[in-house]
Structures are given as structure tokens and as C-alpha cells.
């Protein structure tokens, strides 16, 4: 069975700062990994995935997230934030046998201080 | 580019009543969903459907029914409805796995 943890329900960083918010998961294959984001009152929308090669990845608005098989990780970075990134982030995992299936993490909520 | 309309926005019910939410997508995609949303336990899949016609349960499939009449709209219908309950369920479509579309919920509040 697959499933997607993300530690921090809630994290809280001042606008300029570096982000990192975590992810860890659990499958015997290799996972396709997604992460996405929900603004407030807006669907969520993909922001990067990561099937295979250079397990560094690049999303949009400059959000990068780094594969690790070794740490089961798949940790979603910003450089520096700005107050716009404030919203809930979700980590996703789904896998060639099921491919139709997204299992998803409990989310982050991200909020961005002035 | 396309929608997805989930209707209505917000579906107040009585226990023990039976709820249908819609969903209608432009996309064209053939794969839609249904995950429902609670606080603090991210998305939990309920009905998904890979083509017109088809249903495939999910984790969550138990209280629920969904119908896929035609491509583009899929349906849910909670069986009977929890007092208390409250969450909030999305709509999602998609041509691949690759990337899934989703739609703004609709936000279920249970008397």
C-alpha cells in the first residue's frame, strides 16, 4: 500500500525567507510524485511533479522539490517566499500499476508574514 | 482552457438524507474524480470513473454512489447523510495522470 505524510500541518515564515516544507512516503516502487497547491477559495493546481531522472524538479512561481529514494522524501523548496505563496500545499503520490489514483498527503498550510 | 462547475457551492442536509453533488467538465478529459476534503486529513478518494459509464470505488466509497451518464459530468450522491457532518468535496478531471484539474468543492453541512 502507498501513503503520503506531511509532517507540519502548519508552518509560518516571514516573507523573504527560505521555504521548506516536507514530505515522506511510503511504496516498495518507484512513486510518481506530485506536489499541489490550493489558494484560498480556488481549486488546487499542480505546481511541480516528478517521475524520473534529475531528481531535482522545477515547478512554477520558482518552487523547486528534490526526490530522495534513500530518505522516501520529496520535500517541496522555495528560495524566498512572498506573501502570495500563503495557501495550503499538498503532496501526492501515485504509481504506474494504478496510475489513475493520486493518493495525497494531509496538507501544510503555509502562511507568509509581512 | 477549461472548467470544472461543481454545483451547488453549498449543500446544507438533514440525517439521514440523501445528497447528490454535480460536476460538469469542459476538458474533454476521460478520467474524473471525486475526493472528499477534511481538515487536517487532506483528500481522500471516493469514486473515480475512467470513461462514460464506468465507476471504479475508491478508499472512501462506503455511503456514497456516483454516476458517469455522460464524459463530461460525473456524479455523487452521499446515501444518507451523517448529523454533523461537514467537509468539503472536490471534483477533479484528467486526460493522464500527469496532471489532474480540479473544481472549486462543494461545501456539505449536515444538520
Known amino acids: 500500500a502507498q501513503s503520503v505524510t506531511q509532517p507540519d500541518a502548519r508552518v509560518t515564515v516571514s516573507e523573504g525567507a527560505s521555504l521548506q516544507l516536507r514530505c515522506k512516503y511510503s511504496?516498495?516502487?518507484?512513486?510518481?510524485l506530485f506536489w499541489y497547491v490550493q489558494y484560498p477559495r480556488q481549486g488546487l493546481q499542480l505546481l511541480l511533479k516528478?517521475?524520473?531522472?534529475?531528481?531535482v524538479v522545477q515547478g512554477v512561481n520558482s518552487f523547486e522539490a528534490e526526490f530522495s529514494k534513500s530518505n522516501s522524501s520529496f520535500h517541496l523548496q522555495k528560495a524566498s517566499v512572498h506573501w502570495s505563496d500563503s495557501a495550503v500545499y499538498f503532496c501526492a503520490l501515485t504509481s504506474m500499476s494504478n496510475y489513475n489514483v493520486l493518493y495525497f498527503g494531509s496538507g501544510t498550510k503555509l502562511t507568509v508574514e509581512p | 482552457g477549461g472548467i470544472i462547475t461543481q454545483t451547488p457551492k453549498f449543500l446544507i442536509g438533514q440525517e439521514g438524507q440523501k445528497l447528490t453533488l454535480k460536476c460538469q467538465q469542459n476538458?474533454?478529459?476521460?478520467?474524473m474524480y471525486w475526493y472528499r476534503q477534511d481538515s487536517g486529513k487532506g483528500l481522500r478518494l471516493i469514486y473515480y470513473s475512467i470513461t462514460e459509464n464506468d465507476l471504479q470505488k475508491g478508499d472512501l466509497s462506503e455511503g456514497y454512489d456516483a454516476s458517469r451518464e455522460k464524459k463530461s459530468s460525473f456524479s455523487l450522491t452521499v446515501t444518507s447523510a451523517q448529523k454533523n457532518e461537514m467537509a468539503v468535496f472536490l471534483c477533479?478531471?484528467?486526460?493522464?495522470?500527469?496532471?489532474?484539474?480540479f473544481g472549486h468543492g462543494t461545501k456539505l453541512s449536515v444538520l
Open positions: 516528478y517521475y524520473s531522472g534529475d531528481p
Open positions: 476538458f474533454n478529459h476521460d478520467t
Open positions: 477533479a478531471s484528467s486526460s493522464t495522470n500527469e496532471r489532474l484539474f
Open positions: 511504496y516498495s516502487a518507484t512513486p510518481y
